[in-house]
Structures are given as C-alpha cells and as structure tokens.
Nanobody, 127 residues
Framework: QVQLVESGGGLVQAGASLTLSCAAS????????MGWFRQAPGKEREFVAR????????HYSDSVRGRFTVSRDMAKNAMYLQMNNLKPEDTAVYYC????????????????????WGQGTQVTVSS
C-alpha cells in the first residue's frame, strides 16, 4: 500500500513558477511509475508527466513539455513537479499517482493504470 500527499499548490500570475511535491509513504518498488495528472473544472483528468522510480526516465504531455520538469528523491520517497512559465490554462487540481507494477509504454498516460492517488493540490494561474 502506498499513500501519497501533494503540496505546493497556490495562486500565481502567468509566467511564474511553482514546484509541487508528492510525499509517499509505503514501499515504492524500482520499476514503479509515478505520475502527475491534473483536472480542470468541467474537464476530464489529463496526464501531465511520469517518471520511472529507479531509472528516472521521464515522459511529458505535449502541453507541458519544455516548461515542466518531473523529478524524484528516492532517499526522501518524494516526487516533484517544477512548473515554469505557467499559463492560465495550467489552472487545475494536480494529483500525484503511483503504479503498483511496471507500466507498459501504452499505459504511461492512462490514469486507471495507476493504483494509488493523492488528494490533489490546487494550482491557479491568473492572467
């Protein structure tokens, strides 16, 4: 069992930066995938970024590639999302998630492939 708690959300102006944190308790195995997803009001949840726990390999959605960076600190059992040059369209509740097994490439961006979820943290970007 893995418990996840996000933090670091807030209200910022367009162009600003923000770093989200995801603290994990429980065992995260080397080949687990951890991801960030977001959900804006009235929209479906969408994939943002993913990192493979031990290898550190990353994958991003087209909408955030080049602006967001996902990283992890294995010693602290934590994952981070550095968000730069934020835009109003980045406004959403951001969730971290963890798989309970190794994920095939076809599942990296699929929310239901992740077994554990945090409660979410609100990010609001004003124009």
């Amino acid at each position: 069992q893995v418990q996840l708690v996000e933090s670091g959300g807030g209200l910022v102006q367009a162009g600003a930066s923000l770093t989200l944190s995801c603290a994990a308790s429980g065992r995260i195995f080397a080949d687990y995938a951890m991801g960030w997803f977001r959900q804006a009001p009235g929209k479906e949840r969408e994939f943002v970024a993913r990192i493979r726990w031990a290898a550190g390999s990353t994958h991003y959605s087209d909408s955030v590639r080049g602006r967001f960076t996902v990283s992890r600190d294995m010693a602290k059992n934590a994952m981070y999302l550095q968000m730069n040059n934020l835009k109003p369209e980045d406004t959403a509740v951001y969730y971290c998630a963890s798989s309970s097994t190794s994920l095939p490439m076809s599942s990296w961006t699929v929310g239901r492939a992740y077994a554990y979820w945090g409660q979410g943290t609100q990010v609001t970007v004003s124009s």
